[in-house]
């Protein structure tokens, strides 16, 4: 059978077959992304675009082979049907049929056919579009888009768990955080590049605990936004580098010691000796200027550092001292301590200024932390009474060291490996328990207040030498912390956070 | 094998037919076009229709055209089998011996015109039944064999009349089409009463022959038909059957009985009559579909529900040559329940 006679005909259903197999594999791409975005919705976890972006890709892929081969490929047949719809009542159809017989009422059948074929124009063959399948395919297309952009713990089972006073309790505290982390940045005069190094910060902090899903999360992502501020306070704090750099100088090693110490008598004696020498031997001006280039470039600080330029600026005078008198050497040296000096106060106001936003990121941790002492210290009064009762433990320096214990941020021994409280004395062990704090409030003393039962600790309390092994509660939290990364409830990132935690913790 | 000569020459005889039936009867084109198809397709005709709409004309108008020997038989309620078939006789030859001899009845024709057939008994409408269908009659220990073409061309009142006795399953099955005459439209009655003011004579004259009926016949059976059709009319006629697990919740719910095989032989047989009286050299879904009426209407028994809603049998002919085609969707089976 001449194929021929369907070409027309064959690519108008080709065109129709291709944009109704794309339509499909639309729709089911999209229910299919739909349903996979629900599914890290459920898991609260974020669906990366790469990932949707392939699961979409493969599934139109895929959907559209099978509609476009399965069903609307337009083989002879199915041409042949689409044609006869135009109104040839089947003889198209018969035709192709009864193309392998030969007989003449086939013959008279297929010139029957083919005639009336050829005055049917290509447009009067029906298409097969339908509205309802444009209109399904663009609602799928919405409700994956919209899956997409709505928040990802919308149907976490643990945010409607979450929802409780606790929950509402830490979004408070980090609510507050975050307002006076802002005030703070804006009500005082950092330098641009450092305003905006701490916008960046709180705004990276703020994204982190929107995701956060438990008091873990919040101060491990607290704590990375402490670490930024020190890096940032430690970029600030130029000191350090240009005085280490001017040490390794002979000419300028009191200089540089005195820098780094930051004692400005230092930094006046340093001067003046180096501004003797130079009003002895004027060539060691040019020396001395080398030297002080030298140290400036190694030190790595950026040039417009106030401390660098006071530096600079000196270095740059004693190039011209031998053509310049006593009494403007000795000027320059003036300026230059002078430059020296408000450098040094500008850098420890900055750093007073930044400390304190380190103080409200310690206090915003220990704040989410409460809750954990608070019901660690109900159970630590009702023993500390039952403590009293038995006569044991001073009530008083309990309560001291049991403050110490509650409060204990930042007021730990970090070289002592063991909590070193003792019982009887009620004194805390809260201060023993780690660096920075974090723990703070685990005090296990039977004083009055000082005794907070913590089930954490308690196994690791030994009563005989009245020790607590600080190695052993730090395991114990660690593997806590495993089991909740078990239990998917900590993110990738933040377990790179976590890790390095507890490796500095166990350092 | 049929050539373009038996082609052209079915062509010309169904025109001629038409043109000669048309001057005794006006209107029922459709009716007329039917009547004809089940001729020449070999079977039998029901025609149903209120008195006067010209059922007993339009048999009588066939059977001047066909030049063939024409009977009328009159069904009364007294009418007896033997009334019909004929029945054995006492004779005196010449030499004074008695012998009996078979008288035949008016069966013994090509064209039976059964008039008002439901009004006479079971009994002697089941005397045409052997007749209809092996076309042979039976009388006594002996089997008469009736020539070819044999029809029988019946006519019935419709079922709500008085004094009638509806035709038995068995019957109606035998009937390859039941066609329904319908009153006629204003125009064509105003020609009704302008033709027969002039004359009442039947004007219609002969065109065809048993032979030519049965050349028609044989180049009919050979019009070609797809297999998606033949699948269609099978999928049709098991779709009229509430017993088959995979029927259309429709069927389930309004039909109690369905079409036996005949119907798909019948739909098959007239579809190819009918695409070759259209010009046709093939069967189209539009033969089936019109033919779908005539052939199923009598063949399908509605059930209860059917009848409490008043559903006539062409409309759940018609919801089902929808739902099987695929063009409408089933009734669903908590709505059929739910009536139930």
């Given at each position: 059978m001449d194929r021929k006679l369907f070409r027309r005909f064959r690519i108008r259903l080709l065109g129709e077959a291709l944009f109704r197999?794309?339509?499909?594999?639309?729709?089911?791409?999209?229910?299919?992304?739909?349903?996979?975005?629900?599914?890290?919705?459920?898991?609260?976890?974020?669906?990366?675009?790469?990932?949707?972006?392939?699961?979409?890709?493969?599934?139109?892929?895929?959907?559209?082979?099978?509609?476009?081969?399965?069903?609307?490929?337009?083989?002879?047949?199915?041409?042949?049907?689409?044609?006869?719809?135009?109104?040839?009542?089947?003889?198209?159809?018969?035709?192709?049929?009864?193309?392998?017989?030969?007989?003449?009422?086939?013959?008279?059948?297929?010139?029957?056919?083919?005639?009336?074929?050829?005055?049917?124009?290509?447009?009067?063959?029906?298409?097969?579009?339908?509205?309802?399948?444009?209109?399904?395919?663009?609602?799928?297309?919405?409700?994956?888009?919209?899956?997409?952009?709505?928040?990802?713990?919308?149907?976490?089972?643990?945010?409607?768990?979450?929802?409780?006073?606790?929950?509402?309790?830490?979004?408070?505290?980090?609510?507050?955080?975050?307002?006076?982390?802002?005030?703070?940045?804006?009500?005082?005069?950092?330098?641009?590049?450092?305003?905006?190094?701490?916008?960046?910060?709180?705004?990276?902090?703020?994204?982190?605990?929107?995701?956060?899903?438990?008091?873990?999360?919040?101060?491990?992502?607290?704590?990375?936004?402490?670490?930024?501020?020190?890096?940032?306070?430690?970029?600030?704090?130029?000191?350090?580098?240009?005085?280490?750099?001017?040490?390794?100088?002979?000419?300028?090693?009191?200089?540089?010691?005195?820098?780094?110490?930051?004692?400005?008598?230092?930094?006046?004696?340093?001067?003046?000796?180096?501004?003797?020498?130079?009003?002895?031997?004027?060539?060691?001006?040019?020396?001395?200027?080398e030297d002080l280039e030298k140290a400036l470039k190694k030190s790595g600080v950026h040039k417009n550092d106030p401390l660098r330029k006071g530096l600079q600026e000196l270095a740059d005078e004693l190039k011209d001292a031998d053509k310049k008198s006593d009494g403007d050497v000795k000027e320059d040296f003036k300026q230059a301590e002078e430059k020296i000096s408000d450098a040094l106060r500008e850098q420890e106001e900055l750093a007073e200024k930044l400390k304190k936003l380190q103080e409200m990121l310690e206090k915003a941790k220990d704040d989410l932390l409460q809750r954990e002492e608070e019901q660690t210290s109900g159970e630590g009064e009702e023993s500390s009474g039952e403590g009293e009762n038995s006569g044991e433990g001073d009530p008083t320096s309990g309560e001291g060291s049991s403050g110490e214990g509650e409060g204990s941020s930042g007021e730990g021994d970090p070289t002592s490996g063991e909590g070193e409280g003792d019982p009887t004395s009620g004194e805390g062990e809260g201060k023993q328990q780690g660096e920075d704090g974090d723990d703070g409030g685990h005090g296990a003393g039977t004083g009055d207040s000082g005794y907070r039962y913590d089930p954490m600790i308690e196994p690791f309390y030994d009563p005989i030498s009245g020790r607590v092994s600080y190695g052993k509660v730090i395991d114990a939290y660690y593997m806590e912390y495993l089991k909740a990364v078990e239990r998917g409830e900590i993110s990738i990132e933040m377990q790179k956070v976590m890790e390095k935690y507890y490796a500095g913790l166990m350092e | 094998m049929v050539n373009e000569k038996d082609l052209a020459f079915f062509a010309e005889k169904c025109k001629n037919m038409l043109g000669e039936i048309s001057k005794d009867m006006v209107g029922q084109t459709d009716v007329i076009e039917d009547t004809l198809i089940t001729m020449i397709a070999g079977g039998n005709l029901l025609l149903e229709g209120v008195p006067g709409v010209g059922k007993t004309r339009l048999v009588r108008s066939i059977g001047r055209v066909f030049d063939l020997p024409f009977s009328r038989i009159q069904f009364t309620p007294d009418l007896m089998p033997a009334d019909v078939t004929g029945t054995d006789i006492l004779e005196r030859e010449s030499d004074g011996k008695m012998h009996t001899r078979f008288q035949k009845g008016p069966i013994f024709s090509h064209i039976v015109l059964a008039d008002e057939i439901n009004r006479a008994t079971p009994k002697t409408q089941s005397a045409l039944l052997e007749a209809m269908q092996e076309h042979t009659v039976t009388a006594g220990s002996n089997t008469y064999r009736l020539e070819e073409p044999f029809f029988v061309l019946a006519t019935e009142n419709p079922i709500e009349q008085d004094g009638t006795y509806s035709l038995p399953e068995a019957q109606t099955d035998r009937f390859l089409c039941k066609l329904v005459v319908n009153f006629p439209t204003v125009n064509e009655l105003v020609s009704i009463v302008n033709m027969t003011q002039e004359t009442m004579e039947e004007r219609a004259n002969a065109v065809m022959t048993g032979a030519d009926l049965l050349k028609m016949r044989e180049t009919a059976k050979e019009i070609l038909i797809m297999d998606e059709l033949l699948t269609y009319t099978a999928e049709l006629v098991s779709a009229t059957h509430p017993e088959l697990s995979d029927s259309p919740e429709y069927t389930k719910k309004y039909i109690r009985f369905g079409a036996s095989p005949r119907a798909a032989q019948a739909l098959i047989t007239t579809a190819k009559v009918r695409a070759l009286m259209n010009g046709r050299y093939n069967v189209a879904y539009e033969d089936l579909e019109h033919l779908a009426y005539p052939v199923l209407r009598h063949r399908i028994k509605p059930s209860f529900a059917a009848v409490t809603e008043k559903k006539s049998n062409d409309e759940m002919i018609g919801e089902l040559l929808e739902i099987v085609r695929g063009k409408k969707k089933d009734i669903s089976v908590s709505e059929n329940r739910k009536k139930k």
């Open positions: 197999s794309s339509v499909f594999a639309l729709c089911a791409a999209s229910i299919g992304l739909c349903l996979l975005s629900f599914v890290f919705h459920c898991l609260t976890q974020k669906m990366s675009i790469l990932l949707g972006a392939a699961v979409f890709g493969g599934i139109f892929i895929l959907a559209f082979c099978i509609c476009f081969f399965g069903k609307l490929y337009p083989t002879v047949r199915r041409t042949a049907a689409r044609v006869d719809e135009a109104g040839l009542k089947e003889r198209i159809g018969t035709m192709v049929a009864f193309s392998h017989a030969d007989s003449e009422l086939v013959r008279l059948q297929r010139k029957d056919a083919v005639e009336k074929l050829g005055r049917l124009q290509t447009k009067e063959m029906p298409h097969h579009y339908r509205r309802k399948d444009f209109v399904f395919a663009l609602l799928c297309l919405l409700l994956a888009g919209g899956m997409l952009i709505l928040p990802y713990d919308l149907f976490s089972f643990r945010t409607i768990a979450d929802s409780d006073d606790e929950t509402k309790r830490q979004e408070q505290v980090v609510n507050e955080l975050l307002s006076r982390l802002r005030e703070e940045v804006k009500e005082n005069d950092y330098a641009e590049d450092l305003r905006r190094e701490l916008e960046d910060m709180i705004d990276d902090l703020e994204e982190k605990l929107q995701e956060s899903r438990n008091e873990l999360d919040r101060t491990a992502n607290i704590d990375e936004a402490e670490d930024r501020v020190s890096e940032a306070a430690h970029d600030q704090n130029s000191r350090e580098d240009i005085g280490e750099a001017l040490m390794e100088q002979e000419t300028t090693k009191k200089l540089g010691e005195a820098i780094q110490s930051g004692d400005k008598e230092a930094i006046h004696e340093a001067l003046e000796e180096m501004q003797e020498e130079v009003l002895k031997d004027r060539e060691q001006a040019d020396k001395l200027a | -």
